[in-house]
């Protein structure tokens, strides 16, 4: 796999990407050359990211990401890739994504189609809904 399907592959695999191909090479471009990932979560999303610890994210997405950035380092051929987790909002998560402040989230957010216009998004991993029985 070259480095710019793995890119897709990998930062598509565990949230929300930029939507460009080139894009996506670039942000593995700028992973490797910085040596650091950065990663993005919401820290009261249960059970899918949330604080366990003063600045220790967890859970169900983080997990999924972790495995990613393990992807990513054995691609990268980078073992001690550094991993950067950083906070943010609902308000702030698709701007600092499409911006390049982060790289990747470990989230739950929901694919829309406004959303999709702007970014990329994996394969869901989560469903939901809500059903009435009127009598």
């Known amino acids: 796999?070259?480095?710019s399907n793995f890119a897709t592959a990998a930062l598509?695999?565990?949230g929300l990407v930029s939507v460009s191909p080139v894009v996506d090479a670039q942000t593995l471009e700028k992973i490797a050359g910085s040596n650091k990932?950065?990663?993005s979560y919401r820290e009261a999303a249960v059970p899918f990211s949330y604080l366990i610890g003063p600045a220790k994210p967890t859970?169900?997405?983080v997990?999924?990401?972790e495995a990613i950035v393990d992807d990513v380092r054995?691609?990268?051929r980078m073992?001690?890739?550094e991993v950067a987790y950083m906070p943010v909002s609902a308000q702030n998560r698709i701007p600092l994504l499409v911006n390049g402040t982060?790289?990747?989230e470990c989230g739950s957010t929901t694919n829309t189609s406004a959303r999709g216009k702007e970014v990329a998004f994996s394969i869901s991993h989560f469903y939901t809904g809500t059903r009435l029985l009127r009598g």
Do not use: K
Request: charged share 10%.
């Open 1 to 3: 796999m070259n480095a």
């Open 79 to 81: 073992p001690n890739l």
């Open 59 to 61: 859970g169900f997405a």
């Open 74 to 76: 054995q691609q990268l």
């Open 12 to 14: 598509v695999s565990a």
């Open 102 to 104: 982060y790289d990747l």
């Open 63 to 65: 997990e999924l990401t």
């Open 37 to 39: 990932i950065t990663v």
